[in-house]
């Protein structure tokens, strides 16, 4: 429960490491130290003593004296030390040599395997002239395969020089390649690598490497030096099994900053990515830009650099992302020219036989140098006398410990730039960082991401002059830890770990449980801190952490599922016993409290013996709130335990005059009888299998639920309605009995007074199990009778109706029932609850109206009136009227609502609906029915009436394929849908009234069609549903909010698509532009020309009809709520007719041509600039319109138009048949008396286009059609001489076509004239040129009735009469 200074492993031939790296430091014993010339400073790998790396046993030989040399001198300062974060590799260099020790197992003199590192590799690192090493890190790297993602394939040690270059090297000392980044020392190499963000917010940090200059600072992206070093070191395995002598090293891409306004920089931290908040950017920006400073949108993201020196003595930098784009310069090739000798070279360092003359040479060349940008220092913590000498960055990146010359450590908030904390006399200290997650129990291990667990950060100081290891829980936490160790050791904190891994990567990855290491040269020993999270909690003298270990070994006894009630017993009072602190005690009480494993004799147990230790104890030392807490649970076990045994007492043990009936109660029985058929159709239809859950009602409530449900204190009980809780199976468990007639309801009544419950709570569990359990309730027998005895036990006890209260006021015990049945879902609960609390309430009232006019003399008939009476009257009939509607919601619909199976109302909601709340619940029904507004007319028709209806055809029809079974029972079930509407109807004849319910029904189309507007139909029935609207005032307001709410914007999209197109669209088009297919769009534009048109007769008969009135039914005129369809449409303004007549027009031809694919189409190019302006507008506006002569082009323009839709129209007869024509326009006419209508508006000569219809249907072969239309046509003689042309041209068919006998013989007698003609005219023009004689003698007849004998082809016509008589002469 403590800080631990625990050995990780051990370092063999560590004295041999002194002597390699430090040669002065060697015995005088040694010849070779003492002939070697002072001029030499290297070592050959003869005079070094490796025989004793081979033999362990000869280096323990005299143990006291390595320990005596190590400690005499610090040499492991001098060194520059580095270990990887996998523990697997430690890096010792000093001048131009290294040392690699890598990790190895063995087997100790106990037995047991431990870890030790040995040398794997030693040798020279330089390879320019007089350099050395200045800093060294290992980056192990991320294996890239998927047996083993996320973890440590091979490590890359980095070397920087003083030189300024940056050496990259394998674990066997193979150099990979060196990059030459800036002419000067390298100070500091340091790492960043991947963190699993703590919380959802927190930004991914990106890897990378920073490499610290005197005057730079140079950072290389992580996943690029990934990339790069895996390519070399594939390159130098490929090249050495290949023999090549070179390898050509990928660029590395990098950023290099030229760190300004700081006197000497020593050492610095790369913070990361940031985002500053508005507040910051706005300071920052004021500080920096002065008064008129401007600020961007949003803050840019930058990149912290926080640096340790002088002038200042802390620096911070901020650089913006993408201030400065990545440099790709030339790697130096350092690698050796030849692979073959730098293998060999790195394999006779085992050897020992390797000289200094047999290195080959390095290369003299060096690369280009990239200038540095510049950066400023954006601000510091300036103190000329104080210089620092390294930062630490805590794993979180939030702190940064920072030493200096003066002996200080000074604790940094990174984000906020201030320092927060000081310790003194810490000279030469080195800082370290450990991270501590909050352990969580095995069920917790796999939590939700939701409550991410608690970090606790520690700094640990070494202070080498004291020799003294500290733990300090920050950012103002105590001394958590303090151990003596050596004055010569060295902190190994790396901050990273490794490089390579990402968020899909690092799933699955395992933290390496060691942050920071102590290397201490005496013993050979690497150890390891560990430090308990609890320390960051409280103080190590507290018995807090103690108490939290003994509730955490509680919680773990309680979610363990195999263990004896017995042992929990005992286990639990034991722990509950030990612990001290109070607090922690009445949260271990409540966790066992809530225990689904614990049972009630273990409850009561475990409380009771923690009751008794707490009052044997001193009065002043007892926890009142502890002490209640006992108190109350056991109460409320005893509780518990009484109300099991009463309802496990049976009907036997009931009271025998609990199911009697009260005299009096056969009004409630003929209540019954009358309400019984409306019952039994809501119980069927809501009597449906549905899914039931773990959680259900019925079954026993659990002891936890039931402490949790309930509160005691100062005697007094009250049940705690919470967020997830439900009264409902604590209703069940107290009063389910006496509904079933297994416990006596009195009995039950006294106890739980007794207990302390308010009579009021019991009463709103009691109504709470009544009609949360309706099903149950509406089959079980006599449950009226057992609820009135229930209601009357509970108005029975004291505090409930007081002695003084008066008749005519309202009791707030019975409203409280009436407020509960209310607001109830359940209607046919509710409304037996409302009968049986009004049967309680009249004879509670009629005895305390008894009771006080006792002394006057009153007949037996006399009945007591009051206002309680009166609500009761209004409440119950409210409850009818929702029990009937919701049996008519009930019923099953072919069209479902989403996400449930009907809808549910209650009269506080009909309440709060408004005056339309029941129109638009049944407006809601006849959509899902799919109940077509014919029959829905006929229904309202016969309100009343009691007739049978008629089956819908689609019904009518599928009953002669089904046959007549399946008929007859689809009838029945739309007779009875219908017997519910009427009757529902009939309880609400003004909510329900036929202008209103359709108004309705309208508005619900049209919002359905909204929603998915390729269902044309909804719109279709909409306006049918708007057509059957009486009223005109009513009309014209659910006409001008349909059109301005949903129908202009997509008409207006349509006609300018048109427009755009020039003809009817493509299906694609549509559905881009309009939001529908070609199909619906058609049926669209007619259901818009219907709209404007109704919206025209409406607004021409308004004055003549007054406004409807708004009325309610006497028992609904509470209602509160949103204004009715009725009363929004009473309140739109008067639309202006000229222009809603000049949107019909617009709307009529967009739906000829899209009916009839009109080539080219441009509706809107029919119209001048005045009245193109006015369309779309608010038809309420005044626009100023078209008025007087249109020019003649326009005209001719509009005239064609409607000559192709009337050809287009007959021509479509033909094609579908007269029994199947195509889409009608509105009001049921055909498309040539709808375009007749147009011409007048459109100043096109109607003549003209009767005579075109005539020669159009003669041309289709429909000759008694043509005569017909023939009779209105004004100008006959025009029309006598187009007719003249297309009866040529069927006897030119006839005769020169056909080439018959007969038709050739009689072709020769024919005159030249009408010969010579007949062969001019071409049959082609004809689209029906097959037509009987007898037709075209019947035309060539009223051919020459329609022209004059003066006219100039009158005798053509003769002879062409002639020539068909003929011809129909012919056999």
């Known amino acids: 429960m403590s800080c631990c200074l625990l050995e990780f492993c051990r370092v063999q031939e560590l004295r041999a490491v002194r002597d390699f790296l430090f040669p002065s430091l060697r015995p005088a014993a040694d010849p070779a130290a003492n002939s070697r010339s002072s001029a030499e400073k290297e070592v050959s790998w003869d005079d070094v003593d490796w025989g004793s790396w081979d033999d362990p046993d000869a280096a323990e030989s005299a143990p006291a004296e390595e320990d005596g040399a190590s400690q005499s001198t610090p040499w492991l300062q001098e060194c520059a030390v580095s270990l990887s974060p996998c523990s697997d590799l430690m890096v010792l260099t000093r001048g131009q040599r290294a040392v690699f020790l890598s990790a190895k197992w063995r087997t100790a003199d106990s037995g047991q395997e431990e870890m030790t590192l040995a040398v794997s590799w030693s040798g020279a690192l330089s390879a320019e002239e007089g350099e050395s090493v200045s800093s060294v890190i290992c980056i192990p790297l991320a294996s890239q395969k998927r047996s083993s993602t996320g973890r440590p394939d091979w490590t890359c040690i980095v070397v920087g020089f003083t030189s300024g270059y940056v050496r990259f090297y394998t674990e066997s000392g193979v150099l990979l390649l060196a990059q030459l980044l800036n002419e000067d020392t390298v100070l500091q190499l340091k790492c960043r690598t991947y963190e699993i963000p703590r919380h959802p917010g927190v930004t991914e940090q990106h890897e990378e490497l920073s490499i610290l200059y005197p005057a730079a600072l140079v950072t290389i992206d992580g996943f690029s030096l990934f990339q790069s070093l895996r390519a070399c070191r594939n390159q130098v395995a490929r090249a050495a099994a290949a023999g090549s002598d070179s390898v050509q090293p990928p660029p590395l891409a990098y950023k290099k900053w030229g760190l300004q306004d700081m006197d000497s920089i020593v050492d610095h931290s790369s913070v990361g990515i940031m985002t500053l908040c508005a507040f910051d950017q706005m300071k920052n920006a004021s500080i920096l830009g002065g008064f008129h400073a401007t600020v961007k949108g949003s803050p840019p993201a930058m990149s912290q650099y926080i640096t340790v020196g002088g002038g ?316 209640q807490l006992c108190t109350s649970q056991l109460s409320l076990l005893q509780l518990y335990t009484d109300i099991q ?80 809780s439900d009264w409902t199976q604590l209703g069940s468990f107290l009063f389910w009995g006496c509904v079933c007639g297994e416990s006596a309801p009195h009995r039950l009544c006294e106890r739980l007074q007794a207990a302390g419950f308010s009579p009021q709570q019991l009463l709103s569990l009691c109504l709470s199990v009544w009609l949360s359990r309706e099903r149950e309730v509406l089959r079980t027998p006599q449950a009226e009778s ?256 349909m059109w301005s709410t949903f129908i202009v914007k997509r008409f207006s999209a349509a006609a300018f698509l048109m427009e755009k197109v020039g003809k009817a669209p493509k299906d694609r088009l549509c559905r881009r532009d309009v939001g529908m297919g070609d199909g619906p769009l058609t049926s669209f534009l007619g259901s818009c020309t219907q709209v404007l048109q109704i919206l025209m007769e409406a607004d021409a008969g308004r004055d003549e009809v007054p406004p409807p009135a708004l009325s309610v039914e006497e028992v609904w005129g509470g209602v509160e709520g949103p204004s009715s369809m009725l009363e929004l449409a009473l309140e739109q303004r008067s639309v202006h007719y000229p222009l809603v007549q000049h949107h019909a027009l617009l709307a009529a031809l967009l739906f000829a041509a899209m009916t009839f694919n009109i080539r080219p189409a441009r509706p809107l190019g029919l119209f001048d600039s005045k009245g193109k302006n006015a369309f779309f507008k608010d038809l309420t506006s005044i626009q100023l319109l078209p008025s007087g002569d249109t020019d003649p082009g326009l005209v001719c323009l509009r005239q064609e138009f409607l000559l192709k839709v009337m050809s287009g129209w007959v021509q479509s007869l033909v094609e579908v048949g007269e029994e199947y024509p195509p889409p009608s326009p509105p009001g049921g006419e055909q498309w040539s008396a709808l375009v007749l209508e147009l011409a007048p508006p459109l100043q096109v000569n109607s003549d003209l286009l009767r005579r075109h219809l005539v020669c159009e249907l003669y041309s289709q072969g429909l000759d008694r059609r043509a005569e017909e239309v023939m009779l209105e046509v004004e100008d006959r003689e025009v029309l006598g001489s187009q007719l003249l042309v297309l009866t040529g041209q069927r006897l030119s068919y006839s005769l020169l076509h056909t080439q018959t006998r007969a038709g050739m013989e009689l072709l020769a007698r024919l005159p030249p004239v009408l010969c010579t003609w007949l062969k001019a005219m071409d049959p082609v023009e004809l689209r029906c040129p097959s037509v009987p004689l007898s037709l075209t003698s019947r035309l060539v007849t009223r051919l020459i009735e329609m022209l004059p004998e003066s006219h100039g082809q009158y005798s053509l016509a003769l002879h062409l009469m002639e020539a068909v008589e003929a011809l129909d002469t012919e056999p």
Request: some cysteine; aromatic content about 6%; charged content about 20%.
């Open 786 to 1041: 057992r609820l009135h005895s229930l209601l009357t036990a509970l108005s029975n006890m004291t505090g409930v109706v007081e002695e003084e209260w008066d008749l005519q006021s309202v009791s707030p015990w019975w409203q409280q029932v009436r407020t509960a049945c209310s607001q109830s879902e359940s209607s046919g609960a509710a409304l037996l609850a409302g009968l049986v609390g009004h049967r309680v309430a009249k004879s509670c009232i009629n005895s305390l109206a008894k009771k006080k006019f006792e002394a006057e003399c009153l007949s037996d008939s006399w009945e007591a009136v009051s206002l309680e009476l009166e609500q009761w009257a209004v409440c119950l009939r409210q409850l009818e009227d929702t029990l009937a509607l919701q049996t008519l919601l009930s019923l099953p619909s072919p069209r479902p609502p989403p996400g449930s199976t009907s809808t549910r109302v209650t009269v506080r909601a009909l309440l709060e609906a408004g005056r339309g709340g029941v129109a638009d619940s049944v407006a809601k029904w006849v959509f899902r029915q799919d109940l077509p507004p014919v029959l829905l007319r006929e229904i309202l028709q016969a309100r009343g009436e009691g007739e049978s209806l008629r089956q819908p055809p689609a019904e009518e029809e599928g009953g002669k394929e089904e046959g007549g079974e399946q008929k007859h029972q689809e009838g029945q079930e739309f007779q009875k849908a219908a017997g519910l509407l009427r009757s529902v109807c009939l309880r609400f004849p003004f909510s329900l009234s036929a202008d209103l319910l359709s108004a309705q029904c309208c508005w619900e189309y049209v919002v359905q069609w909204n929603r998915d507007p390729e269902e044309g139909r909804f719109l279709s029935w909409s306006v049918e549903h708007l057509r059957m609207i009486s009223n005109p005032h009513t009309q014209h307001g659910i006409a001008v909010m």
């Open 312 to 627: 200042p003595y802390t620096g911070f930098y901020y650089a913006i992302e993408g201030s400065s784009q990545p440099l790709l310069s030339h790697v130096a090739l350092a690698v050796a020219s030849k692979l073959t000798s730098a293998l060999f070279s790195a394999a006779s360092g085992w050897l020992g036989w390797k000289n200094k003359h047999e290195e080959e040479p390095v290369q003299k060349q060096k690369p280009k140098v990239e200038p540095a940008t510049p950066l400023a220092v954006r601000f510091g913590l300036p103190d000329s006398r104080r210089h620092g000498e390294s930062i630490c960055l805590s794993p979180c990146s939030t702190l940064a410990g920072v030493t200096d010359d003066f002996g200080r450590v000074t604790l940094l908030d990174v984000g906020r730039g201030v320092a927060i904390r000081m310790w003194k006399g810490y000279r030469d200290a080195q800082l370290g960082w450990v991270q501590v997650c909050e352990s969580r129990g095995e069920a917790e291990a796999g939590g939700s991401p939701q409550f991410p667990r608690r970090h606790a950060q520690f700094l640990v100081i070494y202070a080498p002059r004291r020799g003294i290891l500290e733990v300090w829980g920050t950012q103002h936490g105590p001394r958590v830890g303090a151990f003596t160790v050596g004055k010569h050791c060295r902190l190994l904190y790396p901050g990273y770990r490794l490089m390579g891994v990402n968020s899909v990567t690092s799933q699955g990855w395992q933290l390496p449980t060691q942050q920071v290491y102590l290397l201490d040269p005496a013993s050979r020993a690497i150890r390891t801190i560990t430090v308990p999270f609890h320390l960051a909690l409280s103080d190590k003298k507290s018995e807090r952490a103690r108490d939290m270990h003994l509730q955490k070994r509680l919680n773990t006894l309680l979610r363990s599922r195999d263990i004896p009630p017995e042992t929990l017993e005992t286990e639990a009072k034991s722990i509950l016993l030990d612990i001290k602190h109070p607090a922690i005690r009445k949260q271990a009480l409540e966790s066992l409290m809530s225990s689904k494993n614990a049972s009630v004799s273990t409850l009561t147990v475990v409380t009771g013996a923690l009751l008794d230790s707490l009052q044997e104890q001193e009065a002043e030392a007892v926890d009142e709130a502890l002490l």
């Open 645 to 724: 045994t009463l309802n496990a007492q049976g009907a036997e043990q009931a009271n025998p005059d609990s199911d009697t009936v009260e005299p009096g109660d056969g009004e409630m029985d003929s209540d019954l009888a009358r309400l019984r058929p409306i019952l039994q159709q809501y119980t069927e239809l809501n009597s449906r299998p549905s899914v039931s859950f773990a959680q259900d009602p019925s079954g026993p409530l659990p002891v936890r639920s039931f402490l949790s449900q309930l509160e005691c204190e100062g005697g007094v009980v009250r049940a705690v309605r919470g967020p997830d």
